[in-house]
Nanobody, 124 residues
Framework: QVQLAESGGGLVQAGGSLRLSCAASGRTFGSWSMGWFRQALGNERDFVAGISWSGGLTYYADSVKGRFTISRDHAKNTVILQMNRLKPEDTAVYYC?????????????????WGQGTQVTVSS
């Protein structure tokens, strides 16, 4: 069992930045790949970014490439999503998740555990 807790969401103006954190506890953290997804009101939950268990491989949705950065800290059992140059269309609830899959981190169905989510609102 893995427990995940997101933090760092909030309200920011367009062009601003936010830093989301996901703290993991439970089973060995280092053996899991991690991902961030987001769900806007009325939409499906979409892939945002993913990172391999070693942290050496990262993946991004086209809509966030060059603006968002995912990283992980094994010592702190934490995954970070640094979001820069935010746009109103980035407004959503952001979820972190873990998967035992080493690849296709963009596939929501491969994730085993999910956090409760944190709201990000970007005003224009």
């Amino acid at each position: 069992q893995v427990q995940l807790a997101e933090s760092g969401g909030g309200l920011v103006q367009a062009g601003g930045s936010l830093r989301l954190s996901c703290a993991a506890s439970g089973r060995t953290f280092g053996s899991w790949s991690m991902g961030w997804f987001r769900q806007a009101l009325g939409n499906e939950r979409d892939f945002v970014a993913g990172i391999s268990w070693s942290g050496g491989l990262t993946y991004y949705a086209d809509s966030v490439k060059g603006r968002f950065t995912i990283s992980r800290d094994h010592a702190k059992n934490t995954v970070i999503l640094q979001m820069n140059r935010l746009k109103p269309e980035d407004t959503a609830v952001y979820y972190c998740a873990v998967t035992s899959s080493p690849s296709r981190l963009d596939l929501r169905l491969l994730y085993n555990y999910w956090g409760q989510g944190t709201q990000v609102t970007v005003s224009s």
